[in-house]
């Protein structure tokens, strides 16, 4: 199967949000964002949790599924609402990824519908679109929200399979385009094709190794597959 195979059959694109779209944590990298976590986690743990939570990764999504796992509601919620106000920080500094803005236009006057599908905050997401004139582009967004159990987060399915609905498009006719490992394994879990965008060296084998039906280098390879159909159509 091709990248125009994928293009052409499908109705609605499924996007990922960091790394596809843009870099989110280039200006405010995502290590002191979960040294905050881990330090507001630790304070709010109490004796008993503070060791566990001395070992916690540097990384914010896996802190809140730790934290998760063994913490209470209200923790949970404040460290949840913790990251996600510094998402809506980061986005403000976020790099925009080349041709990304392109596929979201040409998806749209190719006629296909466009979900981001993301462990981020929607938030985040939301102000980083509007900030940059693209949320009119955009059909739906199934991303992480207050509330939501970080253990639905991507690898599970959970949000791959809510993307075509939040664009009122038929998940037969989808397809995600992700840039990790775990978005590969979401796309399979939900049974929609998945296209890896290998942004970085080394990427290109691992995503092709998880199982990804198409891999790129570039995003620009999807807009100049949509620039194609609308050509066609035209003719």
């Known amino acids: 199967m091709t990248l125009t195979d994928l293009v052409t059959s499908a109705d609605c694109l499924l996007i990922d949000f960091d790394g596809p779209i843009c870099s989110v944590?280039?200006?405010?990298?995502?290590?002191?964002i979960a040294e905050e976590m881990r330090a507001l986690a630790q304070k709010l743990g109490g004796a008993d949790l503070a060791r566990p939570f001395a070992d916690l990764p540097f990384d914010p999504l896996?802190?809140?599924?730790?934290?998760?796992?063994?913490?209470?509601?209200?923790?949970?919620?404040e460290v949840s609402d913790t990251c996600r106000d510094a998402e809506v920080k980061a986005v403000a500094s976020a790099t925009p990824t080349p041709g990304a803005a392109d596929?979201?236009?040409?998806?749209?006057?190719?006629?296909?519908?466009?979900?981001?599908?993301?462990?981020?905050?929607?938030?985040?997401?939301?102000?980083?679109?509007?900030?940059?004139?693209?949320?009119?582009c955009i059909d739906g967004i199934a991303a992480r929200y207050d509330?939501?159990?970080?253990?639905?987060?991507?690898?599970?399915?959970?949000?791959v399979e809510r993307g075509p609905t939040t664009a009122r498009a038929s998940r037969d006719a989808a397809v995600f385009i992700g840039e990790s490992v775990t978005d590969i394994h979401a796309g399979q879990a939900a049974g929609i094709p998945?296209?890896?965008?290998?942004?970085?060296?080394?990427?290109?084998?691992?995503?092709?190794?998880?199982?990804?039906?198409?891999?790129?280098?570039?995003?620009?390879?999807?807009?100049?597959?949509?620039?194609s159909l609308s050509a066609k159509s035209t003719r």
């Open 62 to 77: 896996e802190i809140l599924v730790a934290v998760a796992a063994v913490a209470d509601e209200n923790l949970l919620r």
């Open 103 to 136: 596929v979201l236009r040409a998806a749209h006057a190719a006629g296909r519908s466009v979900a981001i599908v993301s462990n981020n905050s929607g938030a985040a997401i939301e102000a980083y679109l509007h900030r940059h004139d693209l949320l009119r």
């Open 25 to 32: 944590f280039a200006g405010y990298p995502a290590r002191p």
């Open 194 to 227: 998945t296209v890896g965008y290998a942004n970085k060296p080394g990427k290109h084998q691992r995503l092709t190794e998880a199982g990804a039906d198409v891999v790129i280098d570039s995003m620009h390879a999807i807009s100049d597959a949509l620039h």
């Open 147 to 159: 509330g939501m159990d970080p253990r639905l987060l991507k690898p599970n399915p959970y949000l």
